[in-house]
C-alpha cells in the first residue's frame, strides 16, 4: 500500500483545513487507516483512525476533528474544525490490516510522506 498524504497548509487559528490520504496498491477497503502527527521536538502521536464505519479519536481532537473515507476513490480524510496553535505538526496518515481500531503508531505497517500544518494563533 501506497499513502500520500496532502492538504496541509497555514491557517490563523479557528479555521479549518481538510487533509486527504490517497492509497494505492492492495485492496484499500481491507485496511484501517489511521491519522497521526508530529511536532517540533515532539513524539509522533495518534490523532484518529477509522475501518469501515467506525471511528476512534485522541481526546485532544474529539469534537473538533473527523476522520472519514471513500472507498471509491481509495482516499480517508481528515477534517479539522476549530483549529488551535497547539495543532501545528506534520500530519501522517498510516494504514494496517484490519482488526481493533488501535492508536499505536507501532501497530501501523505503511505510511504517507506527511503533510504540514501550521496554525498561527
Known amino acids: 500500500v501506497q499513502l500520500q498524504a496532502s492538504g496541509g497548509g497555514l491557517v490563523q487559528a479557528g479555521g479549518s483545513l481538510r487533509l486527504s490520504c490517497a492509497a494505492s496498491?492492495?485492496?484499500?477497503?481491507?485496511?484501517?487507516m489511521g491519522w497521526f502527527r508530529q511536532a517540533p521536538g515532539k513524539e509522533r502521536e495518534f490523532v484518529a483512525a477509522?475501518?469501515?464505519?467506525?471511528?476512534l479519536y485522541a481526546d485532544s481532537v474529539k469534537g473538533r476533528f473527523a476522520v472519514s473515507r471513500d472507498n471509491a476513490k481509495n482516499t480517508v480524510y481528515l477534517q479539522m474544525n476549530s483549529l488551535k496553535s497547539e495543532d501545528t505538526a506534520v500530519y501522517y496518515c498510516a494504514a494496517t490490516p484490519p482488526g481493533i481500531l488501535r492508536g499505536e503508531p507501532s501497530v501501523y505497517e505503511y505510511w504517507g510522506q506527511g503533510t504540514l500544518v501550521t496554525v498561527s494563533s
Open positions: 496498491g492492495r485492496s484499500f477497503t481491507a485496511y484501517n
Open positions: 477509522i475501518k469501515l464505519s467506525s471511528t
